[in-house]
């Protein structure tokens, strides 16, 4: 079973940046996905960027509400998947959790229920 492990959030301005990383304890076999997904208090978890890792290519997908100010990507050698964050508004705190599942192609992607597995979040809070 792979294990997942976040690191990178924390407090930051309105405007600011922030990199997430996901290390994983093992690598699935063929192809597969990791996801990045938030849950504010009172929500339920979301989608955020998620990215499929095949032996040739690798495919990104975005929410439209980061799109052009969150990069999802990956370190083979580190086996990490990381969420660069820039522009941070108010509305993007939320604890942050990194999923992983098998390949996925387009919204198939986005379904929070068809990950396997998760880490254990880590928290992000834009405020001034």
């Known amino acids: 079973q792979v294990q997942l492990v976040e690191s990178g959030g924390g407090l930051v301005q309105p405007g600011g940046s922030l990199r997430l990383s996901c290390v994983a304890s093992?690598?699935?076999?063929?192809?597969?996905?990791r996801g990045w997904f938030r849950q504010a208090p009172g929500k339920e978890r979301e989608f955020v960027a998620a990215?499929?890792?095949?032996?040739?290519?690798?495919?990104?997908y975005y929410a439209d509400s980061v799109k052009g100010r969150f990069t999802i990507s990956r370190d083979i050698a580190k086996n990490t998947v990381y969420l660069q964050m820039n522009s941070l508004k108010p509305e993007d705190t939320a604890v942050y959790y990194c999923?992983?599942?098998?390949?996925?192609?387009?919204?198939?992607?986005?379904?929070?229920?068809?990950?396997?597995?998760w880490g254990q979040g880590t928290q992000v809070t834009v405020s001034s």
């Open positions: 999923g992983g599942r098998g390949y996925c192609s387009g919204s198939g992607c986005y379904d929070v229920k068809l990950y396997d597995y």
């Open positions: 093992g690598r699935p076999g063929g192809s597969y996905a």
């Open positions: 990215i499929t890792i095949t032996w040739n290519a690798d495919t990104t």
